[in-house]
């Protein structure tokens, strides 16, 4: 998964769902996916303003960008312009506290974005929709309190994620009910999590990551490369981990096998100079890495680009991995399935590491590759009934 806020389309990857699919098994038929399935959306947040739900993304079976209205019902995007021009007003009025609202989940490859208090901005452009970027603080969003899901629903089922790739915001849970009546849920905090994460940060000299309103409530904290990109920490944050992995596998070898259902598959890292070499089991170069910056590392892109292939990309999202989790010095047979060995160096990601914490399953995307060993906040059915999210309290 590429950076999520910079992915061609909405949603999910191809590589994130493809990941899914091979964990999962054999999947029903199209015929067991209906053309819409429900999405119930529960306000739990105990706050009193108004709540606005929007669900954009890309139509699977055009490709087009758009929206759907409550019913599931799509419209596509007009015509932008530059300079961008205000988008069709696309937000349906959300459940207030305590109470639930459903609406309609076409098969799209989107986002749900709620926001509380003020409708989202939203724009055109000639290329398409113009996202919220609040890590600029001209953006019109800057101090709206919102958030979204991600999904992809298709003839294969739906995924459903709780993200903070982007950012860490209003407290969110998402949910599946299979046809068997079970229901599975990820993305709740424990119990003071919500403002144990902007204290934890604080306490990690991280605070620079918070945005807070004029009266000094928290909207947000950004994810680590985009406060590098808004000034919030140092842009080198991560160069000693970078520089002690760089010398360690000058003389040893780092081990790959990016498919946990292909353990023969493997590569093979060394460092000559500024440059990380991977080699096949018969002695080919395959693919080549420059020593990446903290950026590349905290976005998976950039040094670290991942690309939907069968060989750069998956050591890309290991090495990925290793770096936000800081397991690559203490093992060099990556990727690390044990998550009592991530985070444990004094240079790493302290945003992912402190939102880990906070979740009631641990789970969670506190970077792009969280899902390298499955500890990403994604719930997936392969014939799904309902989908949930739930707005949880600011405590």
Known sequence: MSRLSNALAFGLSASAVAACLIALGPTPSAEAVPATIPLTIKNSSGRAEPVYVYNLGTLLATGQQGWADANGGFHPWPVGGNPPVPAPDASIAGPATGQTKTIRMPKFSGRVYFSIGQKITFKLT????????????????????????????????????????????????????????????TGRLRPGGYGAVFSRLR????????????????????????????????????NDYIQRVWSKYSSSTLTVT??????????????????????????????SFQKPDSDSVFGC???????????????????????????????????????????????????????????????????????????????????????????????
């Not at 991280?206 to 808004?230: C, K, M, Y």
């Open 126 to 185: 000639p290329g398409g929709l113009v996202q919220p970027a609040v890590q600029n603080p001209s953006d019109p969003n800057r101090n709206i309190l919102f958030n979204w899901s991600e999904y992809t629903l298709n003839d294969a089922g739906l995924w459903i994620n709780s993200t903070q790739v982007d950012m860490f915001s209003a407290p969110y849970a998402v949910g599946v009910k299979a046809a068997d009546g079970t229901v599975r849920n």
């Open 203 to 238: 306490s990690a000299g991280w605070g620079g990551l918070i945005q807070n309103r004029s009266d000094g409530t928290p909207l947000r904290a950004l994810s680590p490369g985009h406060g590098i990109e808004a000034g919030g920490i140092p842009s080198g944050v991560m």
């Open 258 to 287: 990016p498919f946990a259902n292909q353990p023969n598959t493997k590569y093979y890292g060394r460092v000559s100079g500024s440059v990380m070499n991977f080699t096949n089991g018969s002695g080919a170069v395959v693919t």
């Open 301 to 395: 892109y950039k040094l670290l680009d991942a690309p939907n292939d069968a060989v750069r990309g998956p050591i890309s999202r290991t090495l990925c991995a290793g770096f936000n989790r800081s397991t690559l010095l203490t093992n060099p047979n990556q990727p690390d399935a044990n998550g009592a060995d991530f985070y444990r160096d004094s240079v790493t990601n302290h945003y992912s590491r402190i939102i880990h914490e906070q979740m009631a399953d641990g789970k969670a995307y506190g970077f792009a590759f969280d899902d390298v060993g499955a500890h990403e906040s994604l719930v997936h059915d392969g014939n799904p009934q309902e989908a949930y999210m739930t707005l949880e309290p600011f405590n």
